[in-house]
């Protein structure tokens, strides 16, 4: 789902990507409050009426389509509503007196403005990932824009090889600390009163999964969680509620362990000031020996900390190296 003002190109955006896939059949459509569910799904069948049955001619329309794009998505009036939750959740259409599974791999919807109306709160919560899109605020990017040129060529990508990529995809192991740290982030936001359904947050782990694919990993690891900032948020106003909390909870022992890291070096760097007596080295020994080993003491509790939830260890335990190494290098010099 994109959502933004008119003219940030978001109908541009979906129908480039859309069109990168050879072979996939592609519905596109702009919805307003008079669309008929004939120009979503097909006129209905003539010949199927003589039989007593309502069936829709689905040749080209959304029920046949492997990827589709719906413009002002939020303007389907009921009669359309219901078939596109139905083929968007269980990916199965109704169609007169059989119920036909559609081929539909992903849905792409855009909008100027969220839905205000109780029956389009469903469809807005079936779209697992949302974008907000703006104008172009700083200069050299609004003049990037002026300036750029029509690619003669897109890349593109066959439905086959698409398919491949989705299989290897499913294919990338979750580890437990990935599910642990999903399930801080859900503690943290419910803490904030922004609460997800449980359904995305099941959801998201495929989301994952491909992320870390695209980023050529055997397994999700924990920096792809900083991709759920676009899953959790329902009003766009909690957008950077959930990315500060996704980031603190990620980063937050690791930017700890930064800043003591820096701190140590700042220490040795006061002690090699040149002009002491033996006295002033002395006692300056004394204090840093003190200072190091609180700072370690500090290393060691956020190790813990880290242990308990599950967070890899590797930048603690080097840091913690290098500290120890600080301090055996004083000791030398002193």
């Not at 003002?5 to 480039?16: H, I």
């Not at 359309?80 to 959740?89: E, S």
């Not at 066959?158 to 399930?183: C, F, K, M, N, W």
């Not at 947050?201 to 050529?216: D, K, M, P, T």
Request: proline share 3%; aromatic share 8%; net charge negative.
């Amino acid at each position: 789902m994109i959502i933004g003002p008119p003219g940030t190109a978001k109908s541009m955006l979906a129908d480039e990507l859309c069109r990168r896939i050879e072979g996939a059949s592609y519905f596109q459509w702009l919805l307003t409050r008079f669309s008929t569910p004939e120009e979503i799904f097909g006129a209905v069948s003539l010949k199927a009426l003589e039989q007593d049955d309502y069936r829709r001619v689905t040749s080209h329309k959304l029920p046949e389509a492997h990827i589709a794009f719906l413009d002002e998505i939020f303007k389907a009036n009921s009669s359309i509503l219901n078939a596109i939750l139905t083929l968007i959740n269980e990916r199965l259409f109704h169609n007169g007196k059989e119920i036909a599974r559609v081929p539909l791999l992903t849905l792409f919807g855009a909008s100027n403005e969220l839905p205000e109306e109780e029956e389009l709160t469903a469809l807005y919560d079936r779209f697992l990932l949302r974008f907000v899109v703006d104008y172009i605020v700083e200069d050299f990017r609004f003049l990037r824009m002026l300036e750029s040129q029509a690619q003669p060529e897109r890349t593109t990508l066959t439905l086959a090889e698409l398919t491949e990529l989705q299989d290897q995809a499913r294919a990338v192991a979750i580890p437990s600390h990935v599910y642990r740290g999903i399930a801080d982030i859900r503690r943290e936001l419910n803490k904030k009163n922004i609460q997800a359904s449980d359904r995305r947050y099941r959801q998201s782990l495929s989301l994952l999964q491909a992320h870390a694919y695209l980023e050529g990993a055997q397994e999700v690891e924990e920096k792809d969680l900083f991709f759920l900032e676009h899953v959790l948020w329902r009003d766009p106003a909690e957008h950077e509620q959930v990315r500060s909390t996704v980031r603190e909870l990620l980063l937050g022992y690791e930017e700890e362990i930064t800043e003591l890291l820096y701190e140590s070096r700042e220490i040795r760097e006061s002690a090699l000031r040149p002009g002491r007596t033996s006295d002033e080295r002395a006692r300056a020994l004394i204090e840093i020996h003190t200072k190091l080993r609180n700072i370690l003491a500090k290393v060691d509790q956020i190790m813990e900390k880290a242990k308990r939830l599950g967070r890899p260890l590797e930048r603690v335990h080097s840091v913690r190296g290098e500290i120890e190494q600080l301090q055996r290098d004083m000791l030398e010099q002193f």
